[in-house]
């Protein structure tokens, strides 16, 4: 699910997720390195797997859904009664400038992959941020 341009409580609830990041290091712009090291400490605090992509083209190509150039993130779980084994999470660079950003929008893909049913209501949020707590004792 996206949540660029989504409710103005979703925003909100999505911009108060605390990364555990240093601030210093939560400033650092990402590469994709970095991104799929941090990708690999998310599927072991969600205890989800994820293929993770930048390519929003293929991703659109593959999944049948559109991408529109505003989209941050979204993970695709296959369709009901045909899920994925290993759903796929697109990641949009041009949107994640900093790893407090990346760190954010992992958290909250991964928080539909656990917790789907809760769309984006307040619990889903709650789950996201012990993701991110999970993962900044993981990264300690
Ligand atoms: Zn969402």
Redesign the pocket.
């Known amino acids: 699910?996206?949540?660029h341009r989504?409710h103005p409580l979703?925003v909100a609830r999505h911009e108060a997720l605390l990364s555990r990041l240093p601030p210093s290091e939560a400033q650092l712009p990402v590469d994709t390195r970095w991104l799929r090291g941090r990708a690999e400490l998310f599927r072991q605090a969600a205890e989800r797997p994820f293929a993770l992509t930048f390519d929003t083209a293929w991703y659109a190509e593959v999944t049948g859904l559109a991408f529109h150039p505003h989209y941050v993130a979204q993970v695709y779980r296959g369709e009901p009664g045909a899920r994925l084994e290993t759903p796929l999470m697109v990641m949009n660079l041009s949107m994640v400038p900093t790893r407090g950003d990346a760190d954010r929008a992992l958290a909250?893909?991964c928080m539909?992959l656990r917790v789907p049913s809760y769309g984006?209501k307040r619990e889903a949020f709650a789950c996201a941020q012990e993701i991110l707590d999970r993962v900044g004792s993981l990264a300690a």
């Open positions: 699910m996206t949540y989504g979703t909250h893909e539909h984006h």
